[in-house]
């Protein structure tokens, strides 16, 4: 019943997979999204004007944190050594957009894609919440994998990511 699905057993339910005979190896993945907004709110990000406080700042936390409890998030997501956690911005003005990327690692029988997803989307998400007043109209969106690496699959990168 499960057709190849391996969060699902023998009789189509859900489970955790069991990874336990997997090796440790190092596992990287990178992830991005964008938030797209008006000019006027990417300028009060910039230049400190955000009544809320330091939009980058907050959203770096915010990606951080969530990451780190990707299996609070996320049903049947194993709950992993993270080793660390970078989550980058970037002010993108011809966008107007802030672009967000968090890059994961750890040493682990599973990988970190979901770790580097949930941090990304838990940042563009913080924006949003922080610029609200000003902008409704922002949009998160194309949270995406940009590369991941290790585990048996090895390396993989999105065409045209680089």
Known sequence: M?????????QGRARMVDVGEKPVTERVCVAGCEVQMAAETLAAITEGRMPKGDVFATARIAGIQ????????????????????EVVLTAAPAGPCVRVEATVRAHARTGVEMEALVAVAAAGLTIYDMCKAIDRGMIVSDVRLIRKQGGKTG????????
């Open 155 to 162: 390396v993989w990168e999105r065409p045209g990511s680089r």
């Open 2 to 10: 499960s057709d190849g699905l391996t969060h699902l057993d023998d």
């Open 66 to 85: 969530a990451s780190k409890r990707t299996d609070q998030w996320i049903p049947l997501c194993h709950q992993l050594p993270v080793e660390s956690i």
